[in-house]
Each structure stands twice: as structure tokens, then as C-alpha cells.
């Protein structure tokens, strides 16, 4: 049976993305949040996962105020990194997993969670960005991502979002879909997005250190409790798209009930307006 190893949580700032790009790595600014990947790195290249469920926002680039999914999960072959107004990044497709993908589907819908099932999706900075802090960069054209990866897809951009216990339970279904697929598969999930930022208003560039790890505390040791926080503490604590930090919540959700192993903890101030937050936790 397919099993969940492990779950990895990361900001996905696009500004991370655009440094290495542009070959910026290095650069001091750039080298402080980047020295939090490192263990990262060597640990996906030791744990190499069959399959990455990934858990991310779109930024209004797949989606737009046309029609907005609360959860949409990705069921196609392959996926093009999206233009966001300044050319697609030069990373590899992203290959998916239309048979596992199809397969939590079918479970999970069956266990009364409404998903938007997605042929076709260009992913943006949500997606790509914790690929390139985890996998490192890759050719575009001759290079690959490690492995076949299912997008999905949460709004937490337009109100109203879904709520953190709802979150944590959909995770859990998700957990009772893998387990129920019929192939050894291993693989991991990651929630991404957050820590505190808001990019907007009078309270634009709201950094809040002390909550973020405090959140992490708990994202460890009490998710049950944490997925109770109503969504306006979110955002009245961790600014306007600190609400990005719900979507970590599915990833817990789908961990064993059992306390996880911390393989590795970074958090750093700043990455562009952002907070980066970064855990790996596995099942013990
Ligand atoms: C920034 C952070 C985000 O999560 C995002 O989607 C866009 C921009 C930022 O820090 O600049
Ligand atoms: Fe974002």
C-alpha cells in the first residue's frame, strides 16, 4: 500500500524565485534564507519520495475571480510552469500522477470533502518555488524534479477561505486515501505558504516573529488544538496572507497520530515582504 513518510512545510516567497533565477544565491541577503535548504536538499536526495502531494496556493494565475475552487486537486499528466507576468520560470514541467491523483479523488470526495478536480493547470511561485528550495534548480529542458508531484490547490486569496479544522480534517482523509491506494508508494506531502506577511494597506510588510514560532511549536505538538484557531487570528496576527498558513494544516492532518520525528526547523526574517518558516517532520 502507499504510505505518507513524511510532510514538509516552507514559505513560498516568488521573490526566492527570481534569486535563483537570476543567479543571486549567493549574494549575503540571499545566502541567510537560502542556508536553510541546505540540510533540506541532501535530505529529499536521501528520502527520495515516489509521489509529492503537494499543498499550495494559486495567486490568481491558474484561477481569477471567474471561478474559484476551494479545493481543486490535479489529476493531469503534466503541468507548465505559469507566466506570472514576467515569463514562466525556467524550471522543468511538473509531472503529475494522474492515478494517484485520481484515486485520493475518488476517496476523498467520497468522504463528503468537495474537491474541483483539475485536467489542466499552469502552476505559479506557490508550487514552484518550495520544488526549487527542496530539489534545488534544475535544467529546464534537460533537467527533471525528482519525482511526479499532484498540485493541490487551496484559496486562501479570496474570501471567504476555508477554515484551519477544516484543513486539518481534509488532511486526514487525504492520509486514509493514500493508505487505501494499492501500490508500495511512498510518499510525502508538503504544506506551503506563509509564515506572517501581508502585502497590502496601512499594515503592509507585518512581520510577526514571536507568533510564527510559536505556530510552529504547536504545528508540532498540538495540531488539533491549532487547527481550532478561527481564520481572523491569522490574519489579525500574522497579517492579511499569513491566512496562507492554514494550508500547513492539511499536511499535519495527514500524518500519523502519533508525535513526528523534527528532522530539521528554520525560520528567518526577511525573504522580500515574508517571514520564511521551514520544518521536515517525518512519521516515526
Ligand atoms: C510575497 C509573498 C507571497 O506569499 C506572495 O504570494 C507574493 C509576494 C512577498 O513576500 O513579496
Ligand atoms: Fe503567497
Redesign the pocket.
Known amino acids: 500500500m502507499a504510505k505518507i513518510t513524511a510532510s514538509v512545510y516552507t514559505s513560498?516567497?516568488?521573490?526566492i524565485g527570481a534569486a535563483l533565477d537570476l543567479g543571486k544565491t549567493a549574494e549575503p541577503y540571499w545566502q541567510k534564507v537560502f542556508s536553510g535548504y541546505d540540510f533540506s536538499k541532501q535530505w529529499m536526495k536521501d528520502n527520495k519520495p515516489d509521489v509529492v502531494f503537494l499543498v499550495f496556493n494559486d495567486?490568481a494565475t491558474a484561477f481569477s475571480l471567474e471561478m474559484i475552487p476551494t479545493f481543486a486537486i490535479g489529476t493531469a499528466a503534466q503541468y507548465q510552469p505559469a507566466d506570472e507576468g514576467w515569463g514562466p520560470r525556467p524550471v522543468p514541467q511538473v509531472m503529475g500522477h494522474p492515478a494517484l491523483a485520481s484515486h485520493i479523488a475518488q476517496s476523498v470526495i467520497q468522504d463528503d470533502f468537495d474537491l474541483t478536480i483539475v485536467n489542466k493547470m499552469d502552476v505559479d511561485?506557490g508550487l514552484t518555488v518550495p520544488l526549487s528550495l527542496m530539489c534545488g534548480q534544475q535544467d529546464p529542458v534537460k533537467g527533471a524534479w525528482p519525482c511526479p508531484v499532484i498540485p493541490f490547490a487551496v484559496n486562501v486569496v479570496q474570501y471567504p477561505v476555508p477554515s484551519g479544522r477544516r484543513c486539518y480534517n481534509l488532511g486526514k482523509a487525504i492520509r486514509k486515501a493514500v493508505e487505501s491506494y494499492d501500490e508500495d508508494l511512498n510518499v510525502q506531502i508538503w504544506g506551503t505558504?506563509g509564515m506572517s506577511?501581508q502585502?497590502q494597506g496601512p499594515r503592509a510588510g507585518l512581520i510577526n516573529a514571536e507568533w510564527d514560532n510559536r505556530f510552529l511549536d504547536r504545528l508540532i505538538a498540538e495540531p488539533e488544538a491549532l487547527a481550532q484557531m478561527p481564520h481572523i487570528d491569522y490574519v489579525r496576527e500574522a497579517g492579511s496572507?499569513g491566512i496562507?498558513l492554514v494550508m500547513w494544516l492539511i499536511a499535519r492532518g495527514a500524518m500519523s497520530d502519533k508525535p513526528p520525528t523534527v528532522r530539521h526547523r528554520f525560520y528567518h526574517v526577511p525573504a522580500?515582504?515574508?517571514a520564511v518558516g521551514h520544518l521536515i517532520l517525518e512519521n516515526t
Open positions: 513560498h516567497v516568488p521573490a495567486h511561485h505558504g506577511h502585502l496572507e496562507e522580500s515582504n515574508t
